[in-house]
T-cell receptor, first 113, second 115 residues
Framework: AQTVTQSQPEMSVQEAETVTLSCTYDTSESNYYLFWYKQPPSRQMILVIRQEAYKQQNATENRFSVNFQKAAKSFSLKISDSQLGDTAMYFCALNFGNEKLTFGTGTRLTIIP | GAGVSQSPRYKVAKRGQDVALRCDPISGHVSLFWYQQALGQGPEFLTYFQNEAQLDKSGLPSDRFFAERPEGSVSTLKIQRTQQEDSAVYLC?????????????FGNGTRLTVT
C-alpha cells in the first residue's frame, strides 16, 4: 500500500514571502509520479506541479518548485513571491500503474495581505 | 467542453433516499475517476473507468454505491439508500492519456448532504 503524509494542517505567510509545504510518502514502487494539487474554495482541484520519480531534476513551474528527495521519500513544495490567489488547500499526491492517485490530508495555506 | 462538468453542485437527500451524481468529462478523455472527499480530508479513490470499462472499483465503500459509464463519456455515480456517513464532496476527474503519471483534470464536485 502507498501512503502520503502532510504534517502541516495549516500555514500562513505574508504576501510576497516564500513558503514551503512538506510532504512525505511511502511506496514500494521504483517508478512513480508525485503531484501537488491546489483546491480553492470553488472545490476544483488544480494541478500545480508534477514530478517523475526517475528524474533527479526538481520540477519547476513559474513561482512553484519542488524539493524531491527520493531516498528520504520527501516531496516539498516551495511557493516564491506568494500572492493572495495562492490561498487554498494544497494536496500532495502519488500514483503509479493505473493512474489511481493517493492523496495526503492537505495543508490549508493562507496568504496574509 | 472546456472542462470537467459535474451536476448537481449541491444535493441534499434524506436518509434512505437514492441519489445520482453526473460527471461530464473533457471530450475525448479516455480515463475517468470518482473520488470521495470528506470534510477536512483529502480525496479518497472510489472507482476508475477506461472508456466504458470499469477497471477498478476497489474504493467503493459498500454495495450501495454503483458507477457506470455506458458510452465511454458521461458517467453517473449512484448511491442507494443514502446514510449520513455518505455526506461528502464527490469529485470526478478525467485524463486523456492511458499511461501512468497522466495529470488528472477535476470538476468542481458535488457536495452531498444526507440529513
Amino acid at each position: 500500500a502507498q501512503t502520503v503524509t502532510q504534517s502541516q494542517p495549516e500555514m500562513s505567510v505574508q504576501e510576497a514571502e516564500t513558503v514551503t509545504l512538506s510532504c512525505t510518502y511511502d511506496t514500494s514502487e521504483s517508478n512513480y509520479y508525485l503531484f501537488w494539487y491546489k483546491q480553492p474554495p470553488s472545490r476544483q482541484m488544480i494541478l500545480v506541479i508534477r514530478q517523475e520519480a526517475y528524474k533527479q531534476q526538481n520540477a519547476t513551474e513559474n513561482r512553484f518548485s519542488v524539493n524531491f528527495q527520493k531516498a528520504a521519500k520527501s516531496f516539498s513544495l516551495k511557493i516564491s513571491d506568494s500572492q493572495l490567489g495562492d490561498t487554498a488547500m494544497y494536496f500532495c499526491a502519488l500514483n503509479f500503474g493505473n493512474e489511481k492517485l493517493t492523496f495526503g490530508t492537505g495543508t490549508r495555506l493562507t496568504i496574509i495581505p | 467542453g472546456a472542462g470537467v462538468s459535474q451536476s448537481p453542485r449541491y444535493k441534499v437527500a434524506k436518509r434512505g433516499q437514492d441519489v445520482a451524481l453526473r460527471c461530464d468529462p473533457i471530450s475525448g478523455h479516455v480515463s475517468l475517476f470518482w473520488y470521495q472527499q470528506a470534510l477536512g480530508q483529502g480525496p479518497e479513490f472510489l472507482t476508475y473507468f477506461q472508456n466504458e470499462a470499469q477497471l477498478d472499483k476497489s474504493g467503493l465503500p459498500s454495495d450501495r454505491f454503483f458507477a457506470e459509464r455506458p458510452e465511454g463519456s458521461v458517467s453517473t455515480l449512484k448511491i442507494q439508500r443514502t446514510q449520513q456517513e455518505d455526506s461528502a464532496v464527490y469529485l470526478c476527474a478525467s485524463s486523456l492519456w492511458l499511461r501512468e503519471g497522466s495529470p488528472l483534470h477535476f470538476g468542481n464536485g458535488t457536495r452531498l448532504t444526507v440529513t
